[in-house]
Nanobody, 116 residues
Framework: QVQLVESGGGLVQAGRSLTLTCAAS????????MAWYRQAPGNQRELVAR???????DYADSVKGRFTISRDNAKNTVYLQMNSLKSEDTAVYYC??????????WGQGTQVTVSS
């Protein structure tokens, strides 16, 4: 069973930066795609950014040019560098990962609050 633990969330002023980290542990199989999702109050969970094992990336239009996803396969860790944060980025951010058997795992979430 894979455990995902997010860290790095918090309160930040608009225009500033924050980096989220998600560390994976456990499981018998290598991780394939890893991603960050977010969910604001009253909204559905949405994809923020995704990265394949070889580094190919995909971003939501709302964060393109501001957020960067990266991963360290040796550490089973995925990062989300968030720059030029806006109040609308306020949400709980969740880490997601698929192993090579196609099973999906979720972290517990970390709150990001951007004050204007």
């Amino acid at each position: 069973q894979v455990q995902l633990v997010e860290s790095g969330g918090g309160l930040v002023q608009a225009g500033r930066s924050l980096t989220l980290t998600c560390a994976a542990s456990g499981g018998r199989f290598s991780l394939n795609a890893m991603a960050w999702y977010r969910q604001a109050p009253g909204n559905q969970r949405e994809l923020v950014a995704r990265i394949g094992r070889t580094g190919n990336t995909d971003y939501a239009d709302s964060v393109k040019g501001r957020f960067t996803i990266s991963r360290d396969n040796a550490k089973n860790t995925v990062y989300l560098q968030m720059n030029s944060l806006k109040s609308e980025d306020t949400a709980v951010y969740y880490c997601n990962a698929y192993d090579i058997k196609g099973r999906s795992y979720w972290g517990q979430g970390t709150q990001v609050t951007v004050s204007s």
